[in-house]
């Protein structure tokens, strides 16, 4: 596996297969600089969308009330979930990391079909220019909330039609990864790579490609019959004509939960790569995650129903989704006992990733049983629409992917530019992140269940206490991500070279240079063993 | 290292797998519409019977029979490919293409009578119908409306086949990119054949 014995290929930060400047980024085919340039595109939606947030946080101290009018308001909760969640989550995790590592970690020289990769960025970027055209221009920015419900979305004068127009465009962006990576993934496997020989991230992005495959065309239907219901009056979710406001629900949601599955699994697969390194140990029970990626996938599939328990359906289909949602719970525990137990006896190196990765587990363990709280019908009804949901999809969103996110930043970071970081920053801005996070989103647990609606632009007096702890943590929170943000990019641009293999990581991107050559290998590499073959200590 | 980065990586059948997997959301797209169709027609089963009187049920099953041939033409320029008859394979093509072309004329005919007898979403007479039936017929310009555009990217593709076939990169050794093209080509006429008995045979 030695792969420096004689002068080393240049890497693919300097080789763009002869092209020079610009153009060598904006027309590569290389799933590596594309890796970056979502991660670029990404990076700048994240902080506008944590930009955003910061300022409904603002409002919610009274004291700033006069801040924003309530329309503006309700057009920044649209905007900041509409960014967040199509322009950063969902797209996040696959399209930098699963484009920059999914080809190296199965061996191959890149995705099945690259051309159509770098399509998939440009779709990606078309989607969010006009999803901003779509704040400027028309009668004001949307403001129907990130999920575009109707009847408000198609009744609205806001500029409703050009956003969805937006979350359509994304969505061939995300069908088409999903496309690349499974045929990556079926046909491009080194020899000997058999499919529990993967490294558990792929696993992952397996499963999360199926369900961009399966489940994103039905809401982009869904947003076309919005746009043809604003512009001709087709009448399908307009009750005047005959239409039907649940049907439109359904539809959102048999894409839209799935899709909370596209944004948690490949964090997961991230998860499940870091512990074993910094353990120094296999991975325990290659094959329980690996299955319960899949079975998150199907079972996740036929839950869309628990958004709707108050919109009207019947008792049985209620307790139906219910049971099939609380099910969803079997799979995710399993995942993280054997995170757990992969630790336990480990030889533990304590670096960055690994305290996020552990800050994910203790985040998404909150997030993750708040869920099965309000799959159960009494619950349900009691916290719907209240911050109870908004402090879950964070813990969830955020502590899980968003926490993972960062994980993987830190660990790829030495392997993707070349260089180090300095980590002590890196703790420094952990603690007010980790603290500010919980402050924030641990009291929007604790206002839901008092009964804070969300989505309301004033507050009664009882609630006050509850979001002055929260606007103070949401500092904390930003103070931490710039903190690590500031560290990573001067990191890039001035840190230490980093070595090929700073963490002791046994998977294939571990065993060629930082930063990998154009090609990733000289020659494909035979796979003997598994991903997770450590030397056993007492020979090293 | 640069002449030889990302070398010409051939694999037809992961080409195939892909665009299968290109279908697959294709159908789960026009799925979509096909729940709301279902859930429509159980609300208002009288109503979608009234609105499939009206269509013209002998242009639909014309422009069956016309998507039909058009899917028989595709596989035998696929064939006449594989049997390197060139001339054939191009001629079968161009009419595969011409008749995505007469269907989509049909289609036009029928759609301009509709619009004649003010049967179209937003219309003063439609507003007086029955709820149900407003929604049949927005459902039915919104699918059949979404099939033409299939109809017209799948004449594009084979126009564009057809120009590959002309510079050599199609052909006798290397017909995936056209058994691909026929592939689409034959979803569209699938397609076709589950909107004809909801929407004319409906009544």
């Known amino acids: 596996m030695s792969t420096t014995e004689h002068a080393p290929a240049p890497s693919y930060l300097e080789d763009a297969g002869g092209k020079t400047g610009l153009a060598a980024w904006l027309t590569t085919t290389d799933h590596k600089r594309i890796g970056l340039l979502y991660l670029y595109a990404m990076g700048l939606f994240f902080l506008i969308g944590m930009t955003i947030g910061l300022v409904m946080r603002l409002v919610q101290l009274t004291t700033f009330q006069h801040l924003v009018s309530a329309q503006t308001y309700n057009a920044m909760f649209t905007v900041h979930g509409v960014i967040m969640i199509f322009l950063f989550v969902i797209p996040g995790l696959p399209a930098v990391f699963g484009n920059f590592l999914l080809p190296i970690f199965v061996g191959a020289k890149d995705v099945a079909f690259p051309r159509l990769n770098l399509a998939s960025w440009y779709f990606f970027i078309a989607g969010a220019i006009i999803a901003v055209t779509s704040l400027f221009t028309g009668h004001g920015a949307p403001d129907t909330g990130w999920s575009f419900y109707a009847p408000f979305s198609v009744k609205t004068g806001t500029n409703v039609t050009l956003a969805v127009f937006a979350a359509f465009v994304l969505g061939f962006s995300s069908m088409l990864t999903g496309i690349n990576f499974i045929t990556t993934i079926h046909r491009m496997r080194a020899p000997g790579m058999g499919w529990f020989r993967m490294p558990l991230f792929c696993w992952a992005a397996y499963a999360t490609s199926w369900i961009q495959i399966l489940a994103t065309p039905i809401v982009a239907i869904t947003l076309v019959l919005v746009m043809l219901e604003r512009l001709f009056g087709i009448g399908v979710f307009d009750p005047t004509k005959g239409g039907d406001p649940v049907l439109y629900q359904h539809m959102f949601w048999i894409y839209s939960h799935p899709a909370v599955y596209i944004m948690i699994l490949p964090a997961m697969g991230a998860i499940s790569e870091i512990l074993p390194t910094f353990a120094k140990r296999p991975i325990f029970g290659y094959r329980g995650i690996a299955f319960s990626s899949l079975s998150i996938a199907g079972v996740g599939s036929l839950v869309w129903a628990h958004h709707m328990f108050t919109s009207g359906m019947s008792e049985f289909a209620q307790l139906v989704f219910s049971l099939l949602t609380m099910l969803v719970a079997i799979p995710s525990a399993i995942k993280v006992f054997n995170w757990v137990s992969t630790l336990y006896k480990g030889s533990i190196s304590f670096e960055p990733p690994l305290l996020f990765a552990m800050s994910f587990i203790f985040l998404f363990c909150i997030g993750g049983l708040t869920g099965v709280m309000q799959g159960a019908l009494a619950i349900n009804i009691h916290v719907h629409d209240t911050y109870f949901i908004v402090g879950h999809f964070h813990y969830v969103m955020f502590g899980g992917t968003g926490f993972a996110f960062f994980a993987a930043l830190l660990y790829w970071f030495p392997k993707m530019t070349g260089k180090m970081y300095n980590k002590a920053a890196i703790y420094a801005g952990w603690v007010p992140m980790f603290v500010g996070f919980n402050m924030l989103y641990f009291t929007m647990l604790v206002l839901g269940m008092m009964g804070m609606p969300r989505r309301y632009y004033l507050h009664l007096p009882q609630y006050h206490l509850g979001h002055q702890i929260a606007t103070v943590g949401s500092w904390f929170l930003a103070l931490g991500i710039v903190i690590i943000i500031v560290t990573l990019v001067r990191a890039a641009l001035k840190g230490a070279k980093a070595p090929a293999n700073p963490w002791g990581g046994v998977t294939l991107e571990w065993q060629i240079p930082s930063p990998p050559p154009l090609e990733n290998f000289e020659e494909i590499p035979l796979i003997e063993h598994g991903p997770y073959h450590f030397p056993q200590r007492s020979e090293a | ?203």
């Open chain 2, 1 to 203: 290292m640069s002449e030889h980065a990302h070398t010409i990586h051939r694999d037809d059948f992961g080409d195939k797998l892909g665009m299968w997997l290109f279908l697959v959301t294709e159908i789960v797209l026009f799925g979509g519409l096909f729940i709301a169709y279902s859930a429509m027609r159980s609300h208002y089963p009288v109503e979608f019977h009234h609105g499939g009187a009206e269509l013209n049920a002998t242009l639909g099953v014309t422009n069956t029979v016309v998507l039909l041939t058009s899917s028989l033409t595709m596989v035998l320029s696929l064939a006449a490919l594989q049997q390197a008859d060139m001339a054939k394979a191009k001629a079968f093509l161009l009419t595969t293409i011409g008749l995505g072309g007469v269907f989509l004329v049909i289609k036009t005919f029928e759609w301009s009578a509709k619009f004649h007898h003010g049967l179209y979403p937003g219309s003063a007479h439609m507003g007086t119908l029955p709820p149900g039936e407003q929604v049949f017929f927005g459902l039915y310009f919104t699918m059949t409306g979404l099939h033409g555009v299939h109809v017209i990217a799948g004449m594009s593709v084979l126009g564009w086949m057809y120009t590959l076939l002309g510079k050599g990169k199609i052909s006798t050794d290397r017909f995936v990119t056209l058994e691909n093209g026929g592939l689409y080509w034959h979803l569209v006429d699938v397609i076709w054949i589950f909107l004809l008995p909801l929407f004319y045979l409906a009544a």
